[in-house]
C-alpha cells in the first residue's frame, strides 16, 4: 500500500513516497471493492498534505515568519548531536508530520550535514550500511522539503544558513570533527556554496521553481479528480 504523509514517524519505511512525488496511481485490480476504497482515500489524504506544504511556504510570508524557527528546536538539535546522525532525519521526519516544515528542514539540513561528515571518515563505513541508509533517508525526505522551500526561496536561504551556522559553532559530540577538522570543512563548504548558489541566481530559481510549482500542482488538481471519481465509481457500485 502507498505510505501518506502522516507516516513519517518511521523515516526508513518511506521507501514508496516517490509514487506520490511522481503522481503515479497505479491501483492493483485484485483488491477488494473495501480495500480500494482505503487505498483511494489514502492516495488522496496523501495529495492534500502535499498541498498544505505549499499552503505553509505561502503563509510564512505573508505572515513575517520567513526563515523563522521555534528555539526550542535548539535544544532539539543540541541533544542530537550526541546521538547517529540518522537520528537527525527521524526527528526531521517527526517534525514535517507534524507540520513544523521550517524546523524540520532545519533538522534535516544538520543532519544532512552530520552524515556526510561521519560517512567520509568514519573507518567502519559500509556501502551497504550507512551509505545505503543516508542516502533513502536524504531522498525521502529531501523531495517533500524541498518542494515546501522552493515555494519561497528567502525562507530557503534563511533556514539553511541557520543550519549551516549551528554546524559552524558546535562540534558533533557522536563524532568529533576533531577527527578530520578538514573532512568537516569540506561538508561545510558543500552547504555554503549552495547557499552562495541560492542567493546569486535568486531570480533565475524563483521562476524556475515558481514554474515547477505550478506543473505540480495541476497534477495534484488532476490526481485528486481521478481519485474522486473512482471514488464514486466504487460508491455506485457498492449501492447496486
Known amino acids: 500500500m502507498i505510505l501518506y504523509l502522516y507516516n513519517y514517524l518511521n523515516p ?5 513516497l516517490i509514487v506520490l512525488m511522481l503522481l503515479i496511481l497505479s491501483f492493483s485490480t485484485k483488491l477488494s471493492a473495501q480495500d480500494n476504497v482505503s ?7 496523501a495529495i492534500l498534505g502535499y498541498k498544505k506544504f505549499y499552503k505553509y511556504a505561502d503563509s510564512i510570508g505573508k505572515n513575517g515568519q520567513t526563515g523563522f524557527i521555534e528555539k526550542d528546536v535548539y535544544r532539539v538539535a543540541d541533544s542530537l548531536d550526541n546521538l547517529h546522525p540518522a537520528e537527525y532525519f527521524t ?3 517527526k517534525l514535517m508530520g507534524s507540520y513544523k516544515l521550517n524546523e524540520a528542514s532545519f533538522i534535516y539540513y544538520l543532519g544532512y550535514l552530520r552524515y556526510e561528515y561521519y560517512n567520509s571518515v568514519n573507518p567502519a563505513y559500509k556501502d551497504s550500511g550507512d551509505g545505503a541508509l543516508f542516502a533513502s533517508l536524504h531522498y525521502q525526505l529531501g523531495e517533500p522539503l524541498l518542494m515546501m522551500l522552493k515555494s519561497n526561496i528567502e525562507n530557503y536561504i534563511g533556514i539553511l544558513k541557520k543550519s549551516i551556522d549551528w554546524g559552524s559553532k558546535h562540534d558533533y559530540k557522536f563524532f568529533s570533527k576533531n577527527r578530520n577538522p578538514k573532512k568537516y570543512l569540506l ?3 558543500g552547504l555554503n556554496n549552495t547557499l552562495a548558489d541560492l542567493k546569486k ?5 524563483k521562476k524556475e521553481w515558481a514554474k515547477e510549482r505550478e506543473d ?3 497534477g495534484f488538481d488532476l490526481s485528486l479528480k481521478q481519485i ?3 471514488l464514486k465509481k466504487e460508491q455506485k457500485t457498492h449501492n447496486k
Do not use: G, Q, V, W
Open 228 to 230: 474522486n471519481d473512482k
Open 201 to 205: 541566481n535568486k531570480e533565475h530559481y
Open 187 to 189: 561538508e561545510l563548504e
Open 91 to 93: 526527528k526531521a521526519a
Open 216 to 218: 505540480s500542482e495541476k
Open 39 to 45: 487505498e483511494y482515500k489514502s492516495e488522496r489524504k
Open 12 to 16: 526508513i519505511k518511506m521507501n514508496k
